[in-house]
């Protein structure tokens, strides 16, 4: 028997009187137009929704947020190229346009520090640091900057703040090595320091450190095998002034004084020469017997710093007449 089905109700039909089914075809349309209506409805509420959602994400970013973030960014630009000055004023203008933004005040501080202003970086620093307290990076830069200035207790809070955070830190514990240095505390120190080498395998400047403490302590062969290890780790005639001058240092010690002689020189051609290094290698010369080559070198520190004393000294003592031995005979047999 053919059936149909209205609005859920299912009926033969020939049982339906016609006007019965004209007014189920009616309801049947009101019921379709009813539904696509709702649908609409839904899809405008959704469109609204996404419209009303999109302007509340675009007020959660002020406007003078905004500027800041773009006057960094040409901040940075400028401290990348060297241009320290527009940099300061960029990053300060950053500052004023958003006083709680942090990356803001980190790299001001940088900038100011870089052009000599240290009490006022610190100042931004430390602020940075109040914006962010977690983050262990800044804490130990702002270590860094304060041990700088002498605040040796100051920075070893912030070393001991930046551990408990991250322990895995190599800057942390290398700030807390160099606080212990500064103390004296050697020992301390240099386990601090290889500590953060470990932490960071590739650091030649935490390997240089280990080297000249361990100099320090009176290793000087422990100090010259650091040395060794962190000079190989660059290419021939790049290697830095500071671990030759340190590697010569270290053979003087050892009695190695043509050794010491090679590395000081090779020191003293590798950047800017410095008085104190010229007269270390004129001692190494002294030592090696090289005593022409030792004048010419101290008169080399003193035509850079007139007023280095110990070159003076040592100088005055190489240009006094050397007696030869049979003046010193005739000396003897005369008294």
Known sequence: ??????????????????ATRGLLEILHAMFDGFRS???????????????GCALHKKKLVPE?????????????SAMEVGQWERAETLLTNAVEASPTDGDARKNLAEVLWQQGSHRDAVVHMEAAVRLDPRHAPT???????????????????????????????????????????RRGEMERALADIQKSLQHSPQDTDALLEIAQIQYELGR?????????????????????????????????????HFEAVESLHAASVRGQPQPELLFQLAQAEQAAGQRDSATNTLRMALAIDAGHEPSRV?????????????VQVETIIRQ
């Open 1 to 18: 028997m053919a059936c149909e089905w209205r609005c859920g109700w299912v009926a033969p039909l020939g049982t339906i009187p016609a």
């Open 37 to 51: 209506i709702l649908f609409w409805l839904a899809m405008t509420f959704s469109v609204i929704a996404a419209c």
């Open 64 to 76: 003078s947020l905004a500027t800041c973030r773009q006057l960094s960014r040409e901040g940075v």
């Open 139 to 181: 804490i130990v830069r702002d270590g860094e900057m304060l041990l700088a200035l002498g605040a040796a207790d100051r920075a070893m809070e912030r070393a001991e703040e930046a551990i408990r955070i991250d322990p895995t830190l190599a800057g942390a514990w290398a700030l807390r090595g160099r606080v212990y240095r």
């Open 220 to 256: 000087p062969q422990r100090s010259l095998s650091t040395l060794h290890c962190l000079l190989d780790s660059f290419p021939p005639g790049e290697e830095p002034q500071e671990a030759l001058w340190m590697e010569g240092l270290a053979y003087n010690s050892l009695g190695r």
């Open 314 to 326: 040592m100088l005055a003592q190489l240009e006094q007449p050397v007696e030869s031995p049979t």
